[in-house]
């Protein structure tokens, strides 16, 4: 298989596993995502997703997760070994899949480069 595959091992899933990562994690803010980070002990990456009902109802909500999944399956390289959840703010669901590409891609790189 291709690297473009989001196994369940590089998720985020479950409740518990959101509250526990929320707790202690590093934050960046971009215009339209907060990007949450925290190192795993076990090397790996795992990604979540968080889209609340403020920025838009069920159809808006879900075409925003398809556009993060995807960045991420098409940019696993640009993550690093930790766990990370990005949460859309309001405004995201007005933006493509190249506008989140390159606004995450930005916001990644700046990560990578304060941590390097």
């Known amino acids: 298989m291709n690297g473009s595959v989001f196994p369940k091992g590089e998720r985020l899933r479950r409740r518990p ?15 339209h995502f907060l990007l949450l980070w925290k190192d795993r002990e076990p090397a790996g990456t795992r990604v979540g997703f968080t889209v609340s009902k403020k920025v838009g109802n069920a159809v808006v909500r879900n075409s925003i997760k398809r556009r993060l999944r995807e960045f991420y399956r098409q940019n696993k390289s640009l993550f ?8 859309a703010k309001k405004g995201a669901d007005v933006l493509d899949f190249h506008q989140v590409s390159t606004e995450l891609a930005a916001a990644l790189g700046r990560l990578r480069k304060r941590y390097a």
């Open 17 to 31: 596993e959101f509250l526990q990562f929320n707790a202690g994690a590093s934050k960046m803010h971009t215009p």
């Open 80 to 87: 690093m070994q930790a766990d990370i959840n990005i949460i």
